[in-house]
């Protein structure tokens, strides 16, 4: 358990950055070069490997370098975990909004009682 909450919270520490966001967002149009992800980034290459760095990381990214080439790929089973995880959490909320509807829909049927001056 702790290891998969600790994957878990290093995919949330990746995702948590714009520029991170924005280079994954990239890299689900398919497999991109280094140097392409960083040009649309006001950023130094230096900076934007970094960026890339805590993306392998956490899963969110794989990359390989052929010749000078380092090309990256996204990796959609660490953004499964984080998915199922917020599911899950949905469907708590979910089923705490039910029943709280069905006790203001009994106190609704029940009229005004406790608490009422008459």
């Not at 994957?7 to 714009?18: G, P, V």
């Not at 230096?46 to 794989?62: C, D, F, I, T, Y």
């Not at 499964?80 to 609704?108: N, V």
Request: hydrophobic fraction near 40%.
């Amino acid at each position: 358990m702790l290891n998969k909450a600790t994957a878990l919270d290093q995919t949330f520490q990746a995702l948590a950055d714009s520029t991170r966001r924005a280079i994954l967002a990239e890299l689900t149009r398919g497999p991109s070069s280094v140097s392409k992800l960083a040009r649309p980034l006001a950023m130094s290459l230096p900076a934007v490997m970094q960026h890339l760095a805590v993306l392998e990381e956490s899963g969110l990214v794989r990359s390989e370098k052929i010749g000078r080439v380092r090309t990256c790929r996204i990796e959609p089973k660490a953004l499964g975990m984080a998915e199922q995880w917020i599911s899950q959490r949905r469907l708590e909320w979910e089923r705490h909004f039910d029943r709280l509807g069905e006790y203001l829909e009994t106190l609704k049927k029940e009229g005004p009682s406790y608490g009422s001056r008459k």
